[in-house]
């Protein structure tokens, strides 16, 4: 598919910058780009639209796009940018693109001065290196070329890198008509190329920094994937035909390996490199496509650089690892680790490539070795242990060969036939046939080259050979100018550097030398063996050979240097043992000596011929340059040592002046700028004055100073640069190049004289002129060498480049070295120069790189080149075939020359020493002979003649001090062999506890005296304590409860805790609200005290209710309980007894029809399923009880073992005193005496362990001569007194030992006997005389006495021993029973111990399955807790409802109350406390959600106010209830506005409860549908543990039990006869089978009565229906009865409980005793206000009465005044026209007059209402409205 373009662009690339001038590095060709870029920008122009060639930059459009997903659309349109397309035809131009050499300018040196004309070498050590193009095509990377070799023709063609900075990485297209260069350098390009004309199609900018380490096409060749090395690993998916970057991010941290698509989803890449493996994907984001990447977790897989892996087809991905085995990766994590049975690891090394191939799966080793998998098992492979590993065996294998590292492979279809080529990093490259058919073909060798680092190379001085060597053990010889190799020969060390004879000592130019590895030179002969006779059975088919002429080892470290001296008389050695020797050169080199030199030697270089003298000049790495004089043979002897000594030696210390030559050249550049500037103000000055201004009148312009820096310090390294390269210029003269810091330069030096007296450390040298070399910094000359002439100087480069100095002489000067050429060869990274030098006639060069590369070069025209035919190799010597080949140096620890010669040095010292020392010794010998002669003489004379052993000592001191020395040499010896004792020691004491303290009991064989029979004990080891742990440790396994069981019992616990709940709560109210009532009248009651009888009476009154209200609600309450107590005691309707229960439990288990385990329904109980814990456990306890039986056995045989040695013992003494009594019996009635049993050595093994100085003696006597162990009969003699198992064992004691006891006291009762008879019957020493009569009596007494005890003992002998052999023969048929048991046992532990492998690999996935149901149990439970806690709430919460509608209804019975009787005003208030107003929040709502929930409540709460408005407003009479009425109690009316607040706030307070209540039934409904989906995962989870188990079950059924049996126990019969196949059969024990026929009788006894019981069951049930029936009909008449009599009584249905509780309303009669308490104050009150009244009555009529006495007089006086004034206005009837109208104060008079009568009718009026009020009964006075004005 084609990926989406990403929203993060980078900058397009155009196709016109792909020929931009690029500048190579380090010297590399330079480019003139711009002539040639404006031709493609023409072809361009005409291939594509003039619109794409108008286009803008692309920064601005990339401005512009940003611009455009950041601002808003503008109404004015904008141009739309058109997508550029490359087009499909179009091409760059190959000169364009590739690099070309370096030539300083305007030097006149040609361009063409050197031409490539071979590779001869192969980077094998590059990763996948090798492309397949077409079949007869290869392509690989060569340095800074890409090479395509033709199989058929071993023509190559090159592609050169196009910067000059190497080539990282090639990869081919899909479709083999592209592949793809990714080269290194700054900025490095990806280069599409087509094939096969080679022309450049695309160039790719951008992808990384430095180089590409990998690439790689998708499977349809749409895209390419690279990834950058260090620094930033960038990994890039491009879409290469439009040189677009689609998709890019940072791979990883460290190096990447590699990077591909995945074939199935090209949306998926994966990379892989040092120590990791990342998975990536194209993900669409919101931001646009991006590239994620998922890092794989090794977890406790080690961490693996992966060099190889796969994608597989469903997405997982198959690797390699360092140690050889497959790494499975799936989800980003190792699913299994593949390997071979046995644990062996798939490779042997590490898998550098995978490949599936047409479904099979290929694995490539670095052990040679190709394995075919299946795809199959690989796919499908999972964990089976906690090892994680998973054993699979090859399908089939290739092994290649060996000494074969295989890289990669590339497959390529010949003639129909796959085809594969393969990389191997040894040096080869591989052509394998892998159809594993019977015609396939063997492994095919195409090419053979050096691996790695070629160390050296030579040319040969008379024609165009040359040879190479390297660290893979073997010298090449190559014609170069045919372009093939000749041949090659392999040795056991790599070579290091390589010399070719000159023509002065081998004319023919067939003798070359090589320095090895090893310190070994070996001389190597190269002939034609076309040359030599025919001999049949001799192949003269090559064209050149090699034979080794001498091999010699003159150093001790690497050979890093050779040199033949001019005349070709002394060949030198250079080493890194600081060594060079001298060898005379002739028909075998001889050695001369040897010189030590101040460091390892780098180079050696003999003066030229124009030298007047031979001189070595000898280059040290530390910096040191040593001239020798070449020594003569005969100067120096070589008896005891080649070390020369008073050799001419010339030393220089290289001095580093670098810095002091960077400063001289930053006080030229500041000279030259303060020149500059003064130049420049006289210029000024002079265009001034011309100007004709005077000088005085020149304005300068202001200068700004500059503060100039100081100048650096003067910087000598610490550690000296090494020196790299030298040559002489002239005698005493020489040239250096050296690296690190003092690179950049070559040096001039000279031997001076002047500091020869100096140590060599503190010489400081300097070189007296130095030519700086251009762009050598950091990129030093490694290798100088010169034509023949001497004019062209070829050096060698760091970077690999090969430059070329011309010289106009042979002087080298900085005049003499204008410029030069330069060119990139080899790698740029790793391929620094080992080699370069010109063939004998400067017509080619030859070079040689750290890379694996050889390059030839030819310095003529093609014309002349073809001219040149093939080298001539040597003929070969005369008589060559017939001499031997000189013997090789194969060890590499071999004796060096002067080694070996020191060697036999100290080898005639010490033969000499060894000489004295034999003759010292006969002398002594002879001496100390004659002082036994003088010894024996002494002793021979009389005794008074005899010399005392002291005076033989001529002095006591010398004795003494010998006896001092020898005891100090004792001390000496024993500290010398104290370490070897210790480690003996030691060695011993491990051997004892490895291989004996854990045997508890050895096989000790006791066997019977008189019998063959013989018993022996169990070889016991040692039991661990932890096995008797976990036998002692009861395993307490509680059963898990089913979920059908845990949801009963939890349903039975909830309704139980409901009712409990209920009940408690309902009888806890009852008694609250009872205690309230009571306290609430009692306080009430004693709050005041009742003056009035009245009062007393109805107190009374109340009590005696109350009492009888509380008794009935005690009797109604205490019925209540036993009704609960009754229907908590009535079982549910699913409840069955416990023991019912276990009875039908143990019924299934034991009892019913007896399932198969191999039955498919067959269920596992819970307590029989088995883990490999409980295996273990199994296993252990086993062990422990097989111990013990054994322990125990041994313990008898030891016994028994024990009682051998000591009757033994007792048959020794019988046998004893049998000889004594036949010593006095007469011969011919002696009987035989029995023999003596004796213990073998094998009876007593711990005798074996017990050993003395003389035994270790002679071990040690036995061990030098080889000689076999004597038989210790001495040992088994003395054995008798051994007594036990060496005391090291224990025993418990036994009858048998109580026997032994017995045995020893009868035996010392015979010999006291026998004693007693002995000393009766011993001979009196008298004259032999005649017997008497008597004496023959006593004698024939005492003969039947001693035949008597003689038959006696040996009875008790046999007797002893027969009964010995009987216990032996009783114990040993135990044991065979025990052996049976045993075997049984471990018949038994086998099968277990299989058993828990198999539950060991069925462990983890029924953990997992466990775990999830014990999870989801535990889900469910926490979830039934908060169900019950949501029912629990709901319950509290409809509790508090209950109480607070009962408080509503006692609110409203309290009102009720408070109204009286016949109140007129009762509807009113009714309605003003039902009414619904806007009450005033108390508190404020925070938060914007309790503020909604506020503006809807309001809203709720005022339309249901409107609407209560509206229904009060439809009524006939609208009131106003903020305002008393007339007539009305105003206390009353306050009263109703305080229970209408409270019946509010209970109203408010039920919604806020009923809104609770809501939510915990919508989270109750919720989390009861969350319980039935557990529950549902919770039967799935445990249907697929059950079918786990089952499974397991299964498996644990296919395991073989060996059964033994007897025939008669074989009841197993088909035809009457006993088949071969038993697998139908069951295995059954007798005891079982007869209780199962038992249990069949007894089931059938139990099945009779168990129908009886049920008849009798069914016919109670009947009857208790019936009765039931019966009870229920009477109930219903009672009811019936019972409503008859309330409707009688009552008038309605009543609630009798409530009617018989019915008491008094406690608020009712609070308030009602109240209002009798204010109404006896307020009449007190009354009385006292009337009384006043009274009094103010009579002073008021006292006042009237003087008031209208005032009146009158006053009317009098008005009169008066009237009459007065009527005279006078009679008498003035002109003036005082203003008073003729009535005056204002009569006015307001008359009006207060008014008025006060008024009042007094009004205060009529009331007192008539009063008269009226007073007259009724519970009439009540108001004081008048108004007051008195």
């Known amino acids: 598919m084609e990926p989406k373009e990403s929203q993060v662009k980078d900058q397009d690339v155009e196709p016109g910058q792909g020929a931009s001038h690029t500048e190579s590095q380090s010297g590399g060709g330079k480019k003139a780009s711009t002539e040639k870029k404006s031709s493609i920008e023409e072809e361009k122009t005409a291939e594509e639209d003039e619109e794409y060639a108008s286009s803008g930059s692309d920064e601005e459009e990339e401005e512009e796009e940003q611009i455009e997903t950041i601002k808003p659309p503008e109404p004015v349109k904008r141009p739309v940018k058109v997508e550029k397309k490359i087009s499909e035809s179009f091409f760059y131009n190959e000169e364009d693109l590739y690099s070309f050499p370096y030539v300083t300018p305007d030097s006149g040196i040609p361009l063409d001065m050197l031409t490539l004309m071979h590779s001869f070498g192969y980077d094998c050590t590059k990763r996948v290196n090798l492309q397949v193009m077409d079949s007869s095509t290869l392509l690989y990377i060569a340095g800074n070329q890409v090479v395509l070799l033709d199989l058929k023709s071993k023509f190559q063609k090159y592609l050169r890198s196009s910067s000059g900075g190497g080539i990282g990485v090639i990869a081919v297209h899909p479709n083999k008509t592209y592949f793809a260069v990714g080269e290194k350098g700054w900025k490095p390009n990806m280069i599409i190329y087509e094939y096969p004309s080679l022309r450049p199609y695309r160039v790719l900018k951008g992808g990384t920094e430095e180089a590409y380490a990998f690439a790689d096409f998708n499977r349809s060749g749409t895209m390419i994937a690279t990834v950058g090395s260090s620094p930033d690993y960038m990994l890039t998916v491009w879409d290469w035909k439009q040189e677009k970057i689609v998709l890019r991010s940072k791979a990883f941290s460290q190096d990447v390996f590699k990077v591909t698509f995945s074939p199935e989803n090209e949306e998926q890449l994966t990379t892989s490199g040092s120590g990791h493996i990342k998975f990536w994907k194209m993900a669409l984001t919101f931001t646009g496509l991006k590239l994620q990447g998922a890092l794989g977790r090794f977890g406790k897989t080690a961490l693996t650089d992966i060099e190889g892996y796969v994608e597989l087809p469903d997405g997982k991905v198959l690797s390699g690892s360092e140690w050889g085995n497959l790494l499975l990766w799936e989800g980003g994590l190792i699913k299994v680790e593949l390997c071979r049975p046995g644990h062996k690891t798939c490779h042997q090394g590490p898998i550098n490539q995978l490949v599936l191939d047409e479904g099979e799966l290929l694995t490539v080793g670095s052990d040679g070795c190709i394995r075919v998998w299946d795809f199959e098992t690989i796919d499908t492979a999972d964990v089976v242990d906690d090892s994680g590993l998973l054993e699979m065996e090859h399908m089939n294998e290739l092994f290649v060969g060996k000494n074969v590292n295989l890289n990669c492979m590339a497959k390529i279809h010949e003639r129909g036939e796959p085809t594969w080529y393969a990389q191997d990093s040894n040096g ?239 006080i030229k550049c500041r000279a030259k700028k303060k020149a500059d500037k003064e130049k420049a103000k006289q210029e000024f000055i002079k265009k001034e004055l ?90 030093p000359i490694r290798r100088i060498s010169f034509c023949s002439t001497g004019l062209l100087m070829f050096c060698g480069m760091e970077d690999g480049a090969v430059r070329i100095y ?203 005296m008189r019998s063959s029979h013989q018993i022996v004990t169990f070889r016991l080891l040692s039991i661990s304590e932890n096995l008797y742990k976990v036998k002692k440790q009861t395993q307490v396994v509680r059963r898990r409860a089913s979920k059908y069981e845990w949801k009963g019992k939890e349903a039975d616990q909830k309704k139980e805790s409901q009712r409990d709940l209920k009940a408690a709560l309902s009888q806890t109210a009852a008694v609250a609200e009872e205690e309230a009532d009571t306290e609430r009248l009692r306080r009430r009651s004693h709050a005041h005290k009742i003056t009035s009888r009245i009062v007393e009476n109805r107190m009374e009154k109340l009590r005696k209710t109350i009492e009888k209200a509380d008794k009935a609600k005690a009797k109604i309450q205490q019925r209540k309980k036993e009704w609960d107590d009754l229907y908590k005691s009535r079982p549910s309707d699913d409840y069955e007894d416990p023991m019912d229960v276990q009875n039908i439990k143990e019924a299934q288990e034991n009892m019913g029809d007896f399932k198969l ?269 908060k169900l019950n806690s949501y029912f629990e709430q709901i319950e509290d919460k409809k509790l508090e409802i209950a109480k607070l509608q009962e408080r509503e209804k006692a609110l409203y019975a309290t009102f009720q109350a408070s109204l009286g009787e016949n109140n007129k005003f009762a509807g009113f208030l009714m309605k003003v406390l039902k009414k619904k107003i806007k009450r005033v929040k108390k508190k404020e709502r925070e938060g914007d959600e309790d503020e909604e929930e506020e503006s809807e409540e309001e809203s709720d709460e005022e339309s249901s106010f409107e609407s209560d408005e509206e229904e009060s407003g439809s009524e006939d009479e609208v009131f106003d209830d903020t305002v008393c009425p007339k007539n009305c109690d105003e206390a009353l009316f306050e009263n109703t506005l305080q229970l209408r607040e409270k019946r509010l706030d209970l109203e408010e307070a039920l919604v806020e409860e009923k809104k609770v209540i809501e939510n915990v039934k919508k989270d109750y409904e919720a989390l009861a549908k969350k319980v039935k989906v557990v529950a549902a995962q919770l039967d799935a989870a445990e249907g697929e543990l059950e079918a786990y188990q089952r499974e397991k079950q299964q498996r644990l059924n296919e395991l073989h039990v060996v059964v033994p049996l ?34 069949i009788t007894t089931l059938q006894l139990e099945k009779i009565e168990q129908r009886d019981l049920y008849k009798q069951a069914r016919e109670q049930h009947k009857h208790l229906i019936r009765d039931r029936r019966e009870m229920m009909l009477r109930i219903e008449r009672l009811e019936e009865n019972c409503n008859q009599l309330m409707m009688m009584k009552f008038g309605r249905i009543v609630d009798l409980e409530a009617l018989q509780t019915l008491s008094v309303n406690a608020n009712l009669e609070e308030l009602k005793m109240k209002m009798m308490e204010k109404e006896q104050l307020h009449a007190a009150e009354l009385k006292q206000m009337d009384d006043g009244i009274y009094d103010l009555r009579q002073q008021l009529m006292l006042v009237t009465k003087e008031n209208t006495n005032k009146l009158l007089q006053l009317n009098t006086f008005c009169m008066e005044k009237m009459k007065i004034e009527t005279k006078l206005d009679a008498l003035q009837n002109d003036l005082g026209a203003e008073f003729q109208g009535p005056r204002k104060a009569d006015i307001e008079e008359k009006e207060k007059l008014l008025a006060l009568v008024q009042l007094q009718a009004q205060e009529a009026e009331v007192l008539k209402e009063e008269i009226t009020l007073l007259s009724r009964k519970d009439g009540r006075i108001f004081p008048p409205s108004h007051s008195v004005v």
């Open 1606 to 1639: 007897k025939l008669h126990q074989v009841e197993y019969m088909v035809n009457g006869e006993i088949p071969t196949d038993f697998s139908q059969a069951l295995v059954f024990t007798n005891e079982s089978l007869v209780n199962l026929q038992r249990r």
């Open 428 to 666: 080869a490259i591989w052509k394998l046939d892998l159809s594993f058919a019977n015609v396939t073909q063997d492994p095919q060798c195409l090419f053979t080259f050096h691996s790695g680092k070629i160390e050296a190379i030579a040319v040969s001085p008379v024609t165009y050979l040359m040879a190479t060597t390297s660290l893979d053990r073997s010298v090449r010889i190559y014609d170069f100018a045919a372009k093939v190799q000749l041949t090659e020969m392999k040795f056991k060390q790599g070579g290091t550097v390589l010399s070719w004879a000159p023509k002065v000592v081998n004319p023919k130019g067939g003798l070359i030398a090589v320095g090895f590895q090893d310190g070994v030179v070996r001389i190597i002969e190269l002939y034609n063996p076309k040359g030599l006779p025919v001999v049949a059975g001799r192949d003269n088919v090559g064209d050149a050979a090699m034979r080794l002429k001498q091999a010699f080892k003159p150093h001790t470290a690497t050979v890093t240097a050779l040199a033949y001296e001019r005349n070709g008389e002394i060949f030198a050695t250079g080493s890194k043992d600081k060594t060079v020797f001298f060898f005379a050169v002739d028909d075998q080199y001889d050695p001369i000596g040897f010189i030590t030199v101040p460091g390892p030697v780098q180079a050696l270089q003999w003066s030229p011929p124009s030298h007047p003298k031979s001189m070595l000049l000898v280059l040290c790495e530390n910096g040191f340059a040593v001239q020798v004089h070449a020594p003569n043979p005969e100067d120096y002897g070589t008896e005891k040592t080649y070390r020369i000594k008073d050799i001419p030696t010339e030393y220089f210390h290289f001095f580093s002046i670098k810095s002091q030559l960077k400063i001289e050249e930053e």
């Open 1157 to 1425: 385990k191999m039955a498919t329904n067959y269920k596992i109980p819970e307590h029989m399923r088995m883990n490999a814990e409980k295996k273990m456990n199994q296993l252990a306890s086993l062990e422990v009880a097989i111990h013990d039986r054994k322990l125990f056995m041994n313990k008898w045989i030891i016994s028994l073992r024990d009682l051998k040695v000591a009757i033994i013992e007792e048959i020794q003494c019988l046998v004893q005193e049998l000889k004594t009594i036949q010593s006095s019996l007469n011969p011919s009635k002696h009987l035989p005496i029995p023999p003596v049993p004796q213990l073998h050595r094998d009876e007593t093994p711990e005798k074996r362990f017990q050993y003395d100085r003389e035994t270790l003696l002679k071990f040690k006597q036995e061990q030098e001569v080889k000689a076999k162990r004597r038989k210790s009969v001495a040992l088994s003699e003395g054995s008798v007194s051994g007594g036990g198992f060496g005391g090291g064992f224990l025993h418990s004691p036994s009858v048998k030992e109580a026997d032994v006891i017995s045995r020893c006291v009868s035996v010392k009762a015979i010999k006291a006997t026998i004693a007693a008879v002995a000393a009766i019957s011993k001979p009196v020493e008298v004259e032999r005389a005649e017997p008497t009569e008597m004496e023959l009596e006593i004698a024939k007494r005492e003969e039947i006495q001693n035949v008597y005890l003689q038959e006696r003992l040996i009875k008790r002998i046999n007797e002893l021993m027969i009964t010995f052999d009987a216990e032996l023969r009783l114990l040993r048929h135990q044991k065979l029973k025990l052996d049976i048991q045993m075997k049984t046992a471990d018949l038994r532990q086998i099968t277990w111990f299989e058993e828990l492998l198999l539950l060991k690999n069925f462990e983890k996935h029924e953990d997992t399955l466990q775990e999830r149901v014990d999870s989801l149990i535990s889900e469910e439970e926490e979830m039934q807790l």
């Open 806 to 1008: 011309p010289l106009h002489n042979k002087d080298l000067s900085v005049d003499n070295m204008v410029g030069y050429w330069s060119s990139n060869m080899h790698d740029n990274d790793y391929g620094h120069i080992q080699g370069i030098f010109s063939s004998f006639d400067d017509r080619f060069l030859v070079t040689c790189g750290a890379d694996g590369n050889i390059f030839a070069y030819n310095m003529l025209s093609a014309e002349e080149v073809q001219k040149v035919m093939k080298a001539k190799v040597p003929s070969p010597r005369k008589d060559l075939d017939k001499q031997k080949a000189a013997d090789d140096i194969e060890e590499p620890s071999a004796y060096s020359i002067e080694n070996a010669k020191q060697k036999m040095e100290h080898d005639m010292i010490i033969k000499e020493a060894e000489t004295k020392k034999y003759l010292k010794r006969q002398e002594l010998i002879v001496l100390r002979n004659e002082f036994q002669d003088l010894l024996q003489m002494n002793k021979d004379l009389p005794k008074h003649m005899q010399l005392d052993r002291a005076q033989f000592e001529m002095d006591s001191r010398i004795r003494a001090e010998m006896n001092r020395r020898t005891a100090q040499s004792i001390r000496m010896v024993m500290k010398e062999l104290a370490w070897e004792q210790e480690k003996h020691r030691i060695g011993l004491q491990k051997l004892q506890n490895r291989f004996r303290n854990n045997v508890e009991y050895d096989k000790i064989v006791v066997r019977a």
């Open 690 to 779: 011309e100007a004709g201004k005077e000088m005085e009148e020149i304005e300068f312009p202001e200068e700004v100073p500059e503060t100039e820096e100081p100048l650096p310090e003067i910087y000598i390294p610490e550690t000296p640069s090494p020196i790299l390269c030298g040559f002489y210029s002239k005698p005493g003269y020489f040239w250096l190049s050296l690296g690190g810091y003092d690179s950049g330069y070559l040096y001039h030096c000279a031997f001076s004289p002047m500091q020869q007296d100096k140590e060599l450390g503190h010489r400081q040298d300097e070189p007296f002129d130095f030519i700086p070399m251009e762009d050598t910094e950091e990129n």
